[in-house]
């Protein structure tokens, strides 16, 4: 469990983060990503950030890598925002939560189906 002090910079890194790669970032890759959790170590060394985007996979995929390869930028553009004794690595990761989402809504779905298609059972009495 994340204490209060990971949590309260996990949030202000995800807000940061979100807002650097809307404004200051110009590679095309990063283009429409949105920032969709951060976790910070227990020593606050480490942030992983998990990013989604609205894309096929491969677009996807390309944006966490250059995301990734703009690490040191975006550690040096957040550290003046933040007031951190020291500037956690940041490590981008593809958030897949919505594709697991959405993969229990079609089995629920399914699910669902099948009940509507099989015979009630009679009610004893």
Do not use: C
Request: aromatic share 4%.
């Amino acid at each position: 469990m994340a204490s209060r002090r990971q949590r309260k910079v996990a949030d202000l890194i995800q807000e940061e983060i979100s807002d650097l790669i809307a404004r200051k970032m110009r590679d095309p890759r990063v283009e429409g990503v949105t920032v969709t959790e951060v976790h910070v170590s227990p020593d606050l060394r480490y942030a992983d950030i998990y990013v989604s985007k609205l894309d096929e996979e491969q677009a996807v995929k390309e944006a966490v890598t250059g995301l990734n390869a703009a690490a040191g930028y975006l550690k040096r553009e957040l550290a003046p925002r933040l007031d951190l004794r020291f500037m956690p690595d940041l490590r981008f990761h593809l958030d897949r939560s919505w594709q697991q989402g959405a993969r229990i809504d079609a089995l629920l779905e399914q699910i669902a189906e099948e009940r509507e298609g099989l015979p009630e059972e009679p009610e004893e009495g």
